[in-house]
């Protein structure tokens, strides 16, 4: 197995040069040269297992035995998957009139991100032990992705962890996740912007060849192909368990499933349009809240981003620049690099671009979508609870939103995507006039001491966060090379 960059310009390379790059050095995203397909008699083997053993299935086709054997990569998922809080690691909710619920937010940070994040991070620290060396993560977060990777990466030897996230935009429960690791090789910045100004500061620095190759620099936002590819088992998951495939003719055709995803920056929709790739007959629903580009795109072609990205109650999918869906065009546009470097060096320029209509109607072929305000998270929280009684966080409730107003045939079963606890957003919850037990590891977030560093609005802003970012780097990297603690 060998990855390529969706900009044309990398071709050959292995998992383990892609596990520590990010984003490719043409400023592409890797992708695997080739995507395995699964056979129906294969998904039928697959049922029954549980999804640590699924995800360890997943990971083997994408990384070769010479580089992680299977002995090994069977005991590192296992580690990378114990303390959830369920013992299934994840769980579906069967609730009322077809209502089925994927929760994957049973870790340590209650969001779906801890699921591929634990796993990514013990591939990582699997090399560096060997390699005995060490790396640098630059993560930008817009709530979760950066609470799952401290989480995951904290008191590790190798890996410094240098997160950064839009201060006054996330959630109390977000931000303590991060702010209150005192670990060494823990470094929490708070930007007074966007999850999309974050982004584009990084990008700057991960432009930097002689930076990156100097302090091993790397990302674990969605951008590492290691994140995706865990993300394919949940769908394998939900799709052998909701189905209804074991009822099938053993040499029929196998059931669709439609599957809803609450999304921002594309990254699980992205691995859901790969297992789609994989054989897998999934009918796929993107739904987006008031930062609406993926709806936009799909329905009218047009790929801009708003004049401002709009603060929502579903705060970790307010994203104007949906980065994974050049992973999406790259497999619809038969891989062809050109066209997709054109498409994403012209967006990132001037934030905006005109889908060819061939181009529309190839992604309104394989990916629905809808947006859902404010008003209509609280309502579709509400209705919930009134038929089930369950809470659902906002987020959860973009997709299940779905539910309430597009009805459909009772022949296709759907599962809807639960990105993380109600927990995380009391504010919400409140709103809708519910009430939510908080877990006893949340109340104790607000008794711990924090520690961070601000990022102010500036009139060069993105150059200052730069520099500001790479000198805290390059600090870093040279206590590392005394062998003494960064924070004394």
């Not at 999304?263 to 930062?291: D, E």
């Amino acid at each position: 197995m060998q990855y390529c960059s969706t900009r044309g310009g990398v071709h050959g390379w292995d998992f383990h040069d892609v596990l520590f790059s990010g984003y490719a050095p043409d400023g592409g995203m890797f992708m695997p040269e080739s995507v395995p397909v699964l056979s129906p008699d294969t998904l039928r083997s697959w049922r029954g297992l549980t999804y640590t053993q699924l995800v360890v299935e997943v990971a083997s086709l994408f990384i070769p035995t010479q580089l992680i054997p299977r002995q090994d990569l069977e005991v590192l998922v296992g580690e990378a998957l114990t303390g959830f809080s369920v013992p299934e690691v994840l769980r579906i909710a069967r609730l009322k009139e077809g209502l089925s619920v994927l929760e994957l937010f049973h870790g340590d940070t209650l969001a779906f991100k801890d699921l591929a994040m634990t796993c990514t991070v013990r591939f990582l620290n699997y090399f560096l032990r060997k390699q005995n060396r060490r790396a640098t993560v630059l993560v930008g977060t817009s709530g979760d992705t950066g609470g799952s990777a401290i989480q995951s990466a904290k008191g590790l030897s190798g890996l410094d962890v240098v997160v950064v996230y839009p201060r006054g935009r996330i959630t109390p429960v977000q931000e303590k996740h991060m702010i209150t690791c005192l670990d060494d090789n823990v470094h929490v910045f708070a930007a007074h912007g966007s999850a999309d100004d974050i982004d584009r500061t990084l990008r700057r620095l991960f432009a930097d060849q002689d930076l990156v190759r100097s302090h091993g620099l790397m990302s674990l936002n969605s951008v590492n192909w290691s994140r995706v590819m865990i993300q394919l088992a949940h769908f394998i998951y939900a799709y052998l368990e909701l189905s209804g495939m074991e009822q099938a003719e053993a040499d029929g055709d196998l059931p669709e499933l439609e599957v809803v995803v609450p999304t921002g920056g594309a990254g699980n929709i992205a691995a859901g349009y790969i297992v789609k790739q994989m054989g897998l007959p999934l009918k796929l629903v993107a739904m987006v809240n008031s930062n609406d580009i993926v709806h936009r795109m799909v329905t009218t072609g047009d790929f801009s981003m708003a004049a401002n990205v709009t603060q929502t109650l579903a705060p970790a999918i307010d994203i104007q620049d949906p980065y994974n869906m050049e992973r999406m065009f790259w497999l619809l546009l038969s891989r062809d690099g050109a066209s997709v470097k054109n498409m994403m060096e012209e967006f990132q320029q001037s934030h905006r671009h005109s889908l060819p209509e061939n181009h529309r109607k190839l992604l309104s072929q394989v990916l629905s979508t809808g947006t859902v305000t404010d008003e209509g998270i609280l309502e579709t929280m509400r209705r919930c609870w009134e038929e089930n009684q369950y809470v659902l966080c906002p987020h959860t409730a973009v997709a299940v939103w779905h539910h309430y107003h597009c009805p459909h045939s009772s022949s296709l079963n759907r599962c809807y995507i639960a990105t993380a606890s109600p927990a995380k957003f009391q504010a919400a919850v409140q709103r809708a006039g519910l009430t939510f037990d908080l877990p006893e590891a949340v109340l104790a977030l607000d008794k711990l001491a924090t520690r961070y560093q601000n990022l102010e609005r500036s009139l060069n802003w993105c150059k200052d966060w730069e520099d500001r970012l790479r000198e805290k780097i390059q600090s870093v990297s040279s206590a590392r090379k005394t062998g003494g603690n960064y924070y004394r």
